[in-house]
């Protein structure tokens, strides 16, 4: 057993962080540090500096451009990158559909798709929740029937996160409706094609990164399958396996956290720092022990990955990260007070936006907004009951 | 970073394992710990086994192993409720002989490796919680390097069989300075030293201590004298730790305890284990539990960092270790029902030996406490100006 950081590996992180120094634009880094909605131009300014050194697609293989780094590494990497506030790469596109597209897609797609994803020039929708199949995802009822070289689709997707901005939507379709999941095939579509209307959706932090998107006999090129036809259950359990590799969100709570213990040695009531109330540091210590736990459960989670294990990982870092991002939310709003409170309305998609807003430290706006976007944390990627039955089920026997 | 046994560690766990299923089963052992027997014929075993070797330096008759051989076999201990004195002897003691003096050290523990020297460490007393420092038992000066020690001893593990008691005594300064703490190593039946052994909870057995003018004199000096700090804080570090361990192969097989039972035991025409609220409650307990390994690891990362870092990251894992025991121990009684409160069945003896651990070396709380500190201790970053309204800056 060897518990410590190999020096590599430390070396690495130096030289991830003064990358970070030399690179990572300061406009770029406040609005990544803030809790709105990345911006689109950011990502793509942040993802082609990235593509330009090399780190592209750090969880890829060399062999499609990517940096072929160990889980560990990614995982310094990502860690690297929340710290310093970094733009949010394309999570979709880069770690939920590229291995995907990767090992299942025919060499004419790969060559479509992935390097606009490396160079950030592409990015993901996901289409597979519908208002009727939500945890039970394959009972959804899209419907794609064949017509000569093309499918004609019709169907309603929703929370498709980012359908608004977004190049591709990775979209599941029942090509054989009499088949659960194995009447189910996976398409990529372009946004703007025919018959494709998209209707927002406000989150209760008021942003906009959920969509519904309506499908009207909207003809996608048979070319434009992924993989095999009836074989997208296959892939689409791959992408949520990718989705859940990374569910802790440890990087991004471990930023949050350093910014509430921020907040809270600022922030005063009735003279004394928040974080010298008698309350208040013992829950802080909580978050932080719990993060501490969750953190060496993740390095479990990547150091073990290579050698197969039977641990329900996935499930057992969705529960615990999702919940502890909610509860880090919580004490800083707490901490903030009335600036918990205020309506700071998202900027938007323009990065040179100037909105107008209430008074209050710069580092209040984008806090509630992102803690209200947050109790779809313990909902997305499987809600967390759907986790402990996966956990008592598979792993527990029960 | 390779979370993977070796091939020595594994034989190890698995020797340990099938020993304890074989000669310490919790029905095997029922009368004994009582009675406050001890089997001199098991620790002779340990001992044969390289158990209480295994942690030790070879120079000083060990195997050359490290914190983990001793975290492993106390995990194998936590499944098994082993109530021998492994942990007190074997960790507390043996450590703290190690690092208070490394030419008596081996003098000592090669006889502590054989099975034959059975110290005990007297070091706790009613006002520890978990504080190192706190030593208040007094060794007044009595001539030229000689002392009288006044004072009381608690939760003294494996007290009642030891033949030899490592006493911390302040031979200088406040109850809670650490300079001036002074080891003495007593006989057993030193004069004016009073024992009464304690059966707890779990059926491990401690001793108080009561020193009324004890005569100890430079030939009991264990260490230099006023500098035992170091040693105790190294000590309380591996004891932490492997306590830690010994947590978790509780939790472990408590968990696996309740979850067998809920696939047998039959209510409403159906096997328990068809109930999704049980189902729920089963893997928060595993989640707990992993959680609760992971960050023991992550202990063991920090042992070799400065003394602030590495006591705030045992308080990290000992808060987490208490919090997740108790849940676990407790919703262990609870899923079996009232079976699970039978002193006839296992899983209560789990929750025991947990409700111990958790008041052993301080409490989740009192390190969520020092983690608190901490925090507060940290500098306030420079005030950025309240913007009045309009553009972020």
């Known amino acids: 057993m060897d518990f410590k950081l190999d020096p590599a590996d430390e070396a690495f992180r130096r030289e991830v962080r003064a990358f970070l120094r030399e690179h990572l634009p300061p406009d770029l880094a406040k609005r990544g540090a803030s809790g709105f909605h990345p911006v689109r131009a950011d990502q793509r300014r942040w993802q082609r500096t990235l593509y330009d050194r090399g780190w592209g697609a750090p969880n890829w293989p060399t062999q499609y451009g990517g940096t072929g780094w160990s889980h560990l590494r990614q995982f310094i990497f990502d860690e690297e990158c929340a710290l310093a506030g970094a733009p949010a790469t394309d999570n979709g596109g880069l770690r939920m559909f590229a291995p995907v597209i990767y090992t299942y897609a025919s060499d004419e797609l790969k060559a479509r798709l992935l390097p606009g994803i490396l160079k950030g020039e592409l990015y993901w929708g996901q289409g597979f929740s519908e208002p009727n199949a939500g945890s039970d995802l394959a009972s959804l009822s899209a419907r794609a029937i064949r017509d000569c070289d093309h499918y004609i689709v019709n169907g309603h997707k929703i929370w498709t996160t980012g359908a608004h901005t977004c190049d591709i939507i990775g979209l599941l379709v029942k090509t054989q409706p009499d088949a659960k999941q194995r009447g189910i095939s996976f398409l990529c579509v372009e946004p703007g094609a025919a018959g494709i209307t998209i209707r927002p959706i406000i989150d209760i932090g008021e942003a906009h990164s959920l969509n519904e998107v309506f499908f009207d006999n909207v003809r996608v090129p048979v070319s434009n399958l992924l993989g095999e036809e009836n074989k997208g259950w296959t892939y689409a359990k791959a992408v949520l396996e990718n989705e859940r590799a990374t569910s802790a969100e440890v990087p991004l709570n471990k930023r949050k956290l350093a910014q509430l213990r921020m907040i809270a040695r600022q922030e005063r009531s009735d003279g004394h720092r928040i974080i010298d109330l008698p309350g208040f540091a013992p829950r802080l210590a909580q978050l932080e022990v719990d993060l501490r736990a969750l953190e060496w459960l993740t390095l479990r989670a990547l150091t073990e990955k290579s050698e197969g294990t039977c641990l329900p990982y996935g499930s057992l870092l969705k529960v615990r990260g999702s919940e502890l991002v909610q509860r880090i939310g919580e004490l800083t709003i707490e901490a903030l007070e009335q600036y918990g409170t205020y309506v700071y309305a998202e900027p938007g998609e323009d990065p040179d936006a100037k909105p107008v807003w209430p008074p209050g430290p710069d580092y209040a706006p984008g806090v509630t907004a992102d803690f209200m976007y947050r109790r779809a944390a313990t909902i997305y990627g499987g809600a967390n009951e759907v986790q402990r039955s996966i956990i008592a089920r598979s792993f527990l026997e029960l | ?393």
């Open chain 2, 1 to 393: 970073m390779d979370f993977r046994l070796t091939d020595e560690q594994e034989m190890l766990r698995d020797s340990a394992r099938r020993f304890l299923e074989k000669e310490c089963s919790l029905e095997q052992r029922r009368s004994a710990p009582t009675h406050g027997e001890f089997s001199g014929k098991r620790w002779t075993a340990f001992a044969d086994m390289g158990w209480l070797a295994a942690s030790l330096p070879e120079d000083c008759g060990g195997l050359g192993g490290d914190v983990v051989e001793a975290a492993l076999i106390m995990e194998e201990f936590g499944r098994a409720l082993v109530v021998d004195p492994f942990w007190g002897v074997g960790v507390l003691a043996a450590q703290t002989i190690l690092a208070a003096d490394r030419e008596q050290a081996r003098q000592l523990l090669p006889k502590l490796c054989a099975g034959e020297l059975l110290p005990a460490l007297a070091h706790h007393e009613t006002q520890s919680r978990g504080v190192i420092e706190h030593v208040s038992l007094q060794a007044r000066p009595a001539g030229k390097d000689a002392w009288t020690l006044h004072g009381h001893k608690t939760l003294v593990m494996g007290g009642n069989v030891a033949n030899r008691f490592i006493v911390s005594a302040r031979t200088a300064g406040g109850n809670r300075d650490r300079d001036g703490i002074t080891l003495f190593m007593l006989d057993r039946e030193a004069q004016g030293l009073k024992r009464q052994n304690v059966r707890l909870i779990d059926n491990r057995w401690a001793a108080e201590l009561a020193l009324d003018g004890v005569r100890v004199t430079s030939e009991h000096l264990l260490g230099e004298a006023d500098q035992a700090y170091a040693a105790l804080e190294h000590a309380h570090v591996h004891g932490l730790l492997t306590l830690c361990s010994e947590a978790v192969g509780v939790m472990e097989r408590a968990l696996w305890i309740t979850r067998d039972y809920l696939r047998t035991r039959k209510q409403f025409g159906v096997t328990l284990n068809t109930f999704q609220a049980l189902q729920h409650r089963m893997a928060e307990m595993l989640i707990e539990l992993e959680v609760s390994r992971s960050v023991v690891y992550r202990a063991m990362a920090f042992l070799e960092m400065p003394s602030a870092e590495r006591l705030a990251a045992l308080s990290v894992t000992k808060a987490r270790v208490g919090q997740s025991g108790r849940f676990i121990c407790g919703q262990a009684i609870q899923l079996h029902g009232g079976i699970g409160v039978t002193e006839e069945y296992s899983i209560g003896h789990y929750f025991k030996r947990m409700t111990v651990i958790e008041n052993e070396l301080g409490s989740a709380q009192f390190h969520l406490e020092q983690l608190a500190l901490r925090e507060c201790a940290g500098p306030t970053p420079a005030v950025t100006a309240p913007h009045d309204s309009g553009a972020p800056t």
